[in-house]
């Protein structure tokens, strides 16, 4: 049987009189790569930040457990503990530190510094720009370039559990390339993802299974590749 990583159990959330999640159920097993896609203002943002517990002041409903343990209230730090870690839209990093502290500060639950060199000088080899730049203040970076850092950021704590929100967004499409090739790769690596992407095609392409959120409700939820050919997909989210 596989073994659920994340597990969302009647999830509601509400702005106000906005329901903007409407008592989802979805599970993330060990290993897989899933992706959460819809059009803006679906919930999906939303969703990611009810995982981690940075919703502002709202009405939540339900359970979310994480490797079988119900997941409450617990700090970023708790999380990053917990190798449970997040890239936010927008990225989130440190933009008063320079690249390098920001990887070192994604590191800090590890004691082990000889790895975390070695996985700092892995990541300035996946992306030569971040080497470049290595001293330089994460706030002055092009949003690409953030993105890179917030990814290899989340890395270097090695989750169990990725969520990703977003990551194509504002990138050029060699970028884009270049991002879902580092999140295909970390797959194979075993780790866990869940991607929210509006980019539908590449995130069906590189996922192993596919919620689709509409209004707040799950309409969807199928084998990524099954999803690609739907009719339903083509015509909503794949502009086919
Ligand atoms: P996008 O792809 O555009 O980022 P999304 O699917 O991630 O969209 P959410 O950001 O989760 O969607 O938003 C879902 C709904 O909740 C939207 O109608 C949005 O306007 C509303 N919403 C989100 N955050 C807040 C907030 N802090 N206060 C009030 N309403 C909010």
Known sequence: MSE??????????????????????????????VTLIGA???????????????????????VISYMGQPLKGQ????LVQQKLAMVPEGRG?????????????GAYTRNDK????????????????????????????SGGEQQMLAMARALMCHP?????????????????QKIFEVIRDVSKQGITILLVEQNAKLALQAADRGYVMDSG?????????????????QAAY???
Request: charged residues 20%; glycine residues 10%.
């Open 114 to 141: 000889a790895g975390v060199d070695a996985d700092i000088e892995k990541w300035f080899t996946v992306f030569p720009r971040l080497k470049e730049r290595a001293s330089q203040l994460a706030g002055t970076l």
């Open 160 to 176: 169990t559990l990725l969520l990703l929100d977003e990551p194509s967004m504002g990138l050029s499409p060699i970028m884009v």
């Open 217 to 233: 409700s799950l309409i969807m939820t199928g084998n990524a590749e099954d999803m690609l050919h739907d009719p339903r997909v």
């Open 40 to 62: 803006n203002g679906a919930g999906k943002t939303t969703t990611l930040k009810a995982i981690t517990g940075t919703l502002p002041d709202c009405s939540v409903e339900g």
């Open 93 to 105: 990093v440190f933009t008063r530190m320079s690249i390098y502290e920001n990887l070192q500060m």
């Open 75 to 78: 700090h970023s730090f708790q």
């Open 238 to 240: 794949l502009g086919e």
């Open 4 to 33: 659920n990583i994340l597990k969302i159990q009647g999830l509601k959330v509400a702005y106000g009189g906005i329901k903007a999640v409407k008592g989802i159920d979805l599970e993330v097993n060990k290993g897989e790569l």
